[in-house]
């Protein structure tokens, strides 16, 4: 069975840092494109950021250029988001999500996400 | 950025068909994919590639895209239905996903 389990969500101040993780199993790890997807209380799903299946691409929403850092560990199935200079819009239900193909596709299986609210 | 346009919301009665639509400009010429979240669950990709659907969805869900509009219709909608429903394509000039705001699906 496939599975992507998020963690690392937690309360923290603004302007401080957190690093979200996702574990995944039951599929060939390296072979995917994954992706961090967020989600505001209320609100629709927003894009974060991808790690290109082959290591060559990442990319960002401007939203969270220049603060956020995705990255990905083949050996232990694992996908990254390191969180820095937090603000109180980055409040939100962060999911992992592995892309159906190699990449530039659909989502086709997501984790139950990890919460990061920003508040002082 | 591309831009994806949803309705707020979509109502229909059980039994009935449930139209949701996707504006963008020249969507035609891009793969959308839909997904259905039910409160307090992760997002489903329900249609994927305009018109293909995963492993496990029903039939009942299909997808069409042409022009500037792609459409997710629900056929025979059961009260299991309801969910909120969002449209998805890969922006190429950009590199990246957009998502549409979400429509929320209410039997009546």
């Known amino acids: 069975e496939v599975q992507l389990v998020e963690s690392g969500g937690a309360v923290v101040q603004p302007g401080g840092s957190l690093r979200l993780s996702c574990t995944t199993s039951?599929?060939?790890?390296?072979?995917?494109?994954m992706h961090w997807v967020r989600q505001a209380p209320g609100k629709g799903l927003e894009w974060v950021s991808f790690?290109?299946?082959?290591?060559?691409?990442?990319n960002y929403a401007d939203s969270v250029k220049g603060r956020f850092t995705i990255s990905r560990d083949n050996s232990k199935n694992s996908l990254f988001l390191q969180m820095n200079s937090l603000r109180t819009e980055d409040s939100a239900l962060y999911y992992c999500a592995k892309d159906l193909r190699r990449g530039g596709e659909a989502f086709n299986i997501w984790g139950q996400g990890t919460r990061v609210t920003v508040s002082s | 950025s591309y831009v994806l346009t949803q309705p707020p919301s979509v109502s229909v009665a059980p039994g009935q068909t449930a139209r949701v639509t996707c504006g963008g400009n020249n969507i035609g010429s891009k793969s959308v994919h839909w997904y259905h979240q039910k409160p307090g669950q992760a997002p489903v990709l329900v249609v994927y590639d305009d018109s293909d659907r995963p492993s496990g969805i029903p039939e009942r869900f299909s997808g069409s895209n042409s022009g500037n509009t792609a459409t997710l219709t629900i056929s025979r909608v059961e009260a299991g239905d309801e969910a909120d429903y969002y449209c998805?394509?890969?922006?190429?000039?950009?590199?990246?996903?957009?998502f549409g705001g979400g429509t929320k699906l209410t039997v009546l």
């Open positions: 790690f290109s299946w082959d290591g060559t691409i990442t």
């Open positions: 039951g599929f060939s790890f390296e072979d995917y494109t």
């Open positions: 998805q394509v890969w922006d190429s000039s950009s590199d990246q996903p957009v």
